[in-house]
């Protein structure tokens, strides 16, 4: 009992610890954003990954008020350049370095996110499905150009949003490198942003998309990105969900964590099955256990007790 209770007792307090973040930068993974009214038409994994409009702003609020500072991919490059004694910073980094990615390229990132973020004076690094050109839902070309000339950088989500460990290499190439000359000749821009779709990927996924020029990949991994974890070609990200009221509990040490576990197991499900076998394992587990749930609801109170 009293294990139990210590074990408690040291959870609850990692939640409240923050991560040192002397060199490292964290990199914080949005999908979707939705007004209180709207979310609660959304359901599956629309609504578990999307925040609404009020909670996004009060993370800005958190970030501008804790003195976090966006940054550019030029920033990023320095920053993974970096050379000399552990924790020492480029000159050219704010103190408190973050970087907001949003994949899916959805419209309801132009019509709340990124108004918001200019309010605050922040950037994102947004993610588009090429095949979504002009796309009902989805930003268009338009709107992509006018945000990049607003401090907004546009990278690649692939060309149409597919577990790239399972097709060809002919099918793979045309994911990579056709969704970034696609995105560079709409847009009039470069494209070397890239941020792999559904979080599955393997060496062969990376080496790829370096081949296809991208100099930062963004994966679903979880953890804070530092020099001495990672590089450039795969880079992790905190996932920001339905439930994330908070960013500052998002970065403590209990927080990361946790995440670290809950997204290793499953990018170790996702991989040893296939993220379409996945779901559909996924989604017999979710039915199964709301049963569970409708059984125990509608029993008679008591009726579990032996007699």
């Given at each position: 009992?009293?294990?139990?209770?210590?074990l408690?007792?040291?959870?609850?307090?990692l939640?409240?610890?923050?991560?040192?973040?002397?060199?490292k930068?964290?990199?914080?993974?949005?999908h979707?954003?939705?007004?209180?009214?709207e979310?609660?038409?959304?359901?599956g994994?629309?609504?578990?990954?999307?925040?609404t409009?009020?909670?996004?702003?009060?993370?800005?609020?958190?970030?501008?008020?804790?003195?976090?500072?966006?940054?550019?991919?030029?920033?990023l490059?320095?920053?993974?350049?970096?050379?000399?004694?552990a924790?020492?910073?480029?000159?050219?980094?704010?103190p408190?370095?973050?970087?907001?990615?949003?994949?899916?390229?959805?419209?309801?990132?132009?019509n709340?996110?990124?108004?918001?973020l200019?309010?605050y004076?922040?950037?994102?690094?947004?993610f588009?499905?090429?095949?979504k050109?002009?796309?009902?839902g989805?930003?268009?070309?338009?709107?992509?150009?006018?945000?990049?000339g607003?401090?907004?950088?546009?990278?690649?989500?692939?060309?149409t949003?597919?577990?790239?460990?399972?097709?060809?290499?002919?099918?793979?190439?045309?994911e990579?490198?056709?969704?970034?000359?696609?995105?560079?000749?709409r847009?009039?821009?470069?494209v070397?942003?890239?941020?792999?779709?559904?979080?599955?990927?393997?060496e062969?996924?990376?080496?790829?998309?370096?081949?296809?020029?991208?100099?930062?990949i963004?994966?679903?991994?979880?953890?804070?990105?530092?020099?001495?974890n990672?590089?450039?070609?795969?880079?992790?990200?905190?996932?920001?969900k339905?439930e994330?009221?908070?960013?500052?509990?998002?970065l403590?040490?209990?927080?990361?964590?946790?995440?670290k576990i809950?997204?290793?197991?499953?990018?170790?499900?996702?991989?040893?099955?296939g993220?379409?076998?996945?779901?559909?394992?996924?989604?017999?587990?979710?039915?199964?256990?709301?049963?569970?749930?409708?059984?125990?609801?509608?029993?008679?109170?008591?009726?579990?007790?032996?007699?």
């Open positions: 009992m009293k294990t139990a209770i210590l408690v007792a040291l959870g609850l307090l939640y409240r610890i923050p991560v040192r973040l002397e060199d930068i964290p990199v914080v993974a949005y979707y954003l939705a007004t209180p009214q979310i609660e038409q959304y359901e994994s629309r609504l578990r990954y999307t925040v409009t009020e909670v996004f702003e009060k993370h800005l609020q958190y970030l501008a008020e804790q003195g976090f500072y966006t940054i550019s991919p030029e920033q490059m320095a920053f993974s350049r970096l050379t000399g004694r924790g020492e910073a480029p000159a050219d980094l704010p408190k370095p973050i970087i907001i990615t949003f994949d899916d390229g959805t419209a309801d990132f132009f709340y996110a990124y108004p918001l200019k309010r004076g922040m950037s994102a690094y947004v588009l499905i090429a095949a050109e002009n796309a009902p989805y930003i268009s070309n338009e709107q992509a150009r006018e945000m990049a607003s401090g907004m950088y546009i990278g690649s989500h692939s060309l949003h597919r577990d790239l460990t399972e097709i060809s290499e002919e099918e793979l190439e045309k990579l490198f056709l969704s970034k000359e696609l995105l560079e000749n847009l009039g821009l470069r070397d942003l890239f941020s792999i779709p559904l979080g599955v990927y393997n062969r996924v990376l080496l790829a998309a370096r081949r296809a020029g991208y100099r930062a963004f994966t679903s991994d979880y953890d804070v990105f530092s020099f001495r990672g590089d450039l070609s795969k880079i992790p990200r905190l996932a920001v339905v994330d009221k908070s960013l500052r509990t998002k403590t040490i209990g927080s990361v964590m946790m995440g809950y997204y290793g197991l499953t990018g170790l499900f996702k991989s040893m099955l993220f379409q076998r996945y779901q559909e394992l996924r989604k017999t587990v979710i039915r199964f256990l709301d049963m569970i749930v409708t059984s125990e609801q509608s029993r008679p109170a008591g009726s579990w007790k032996l007699n």
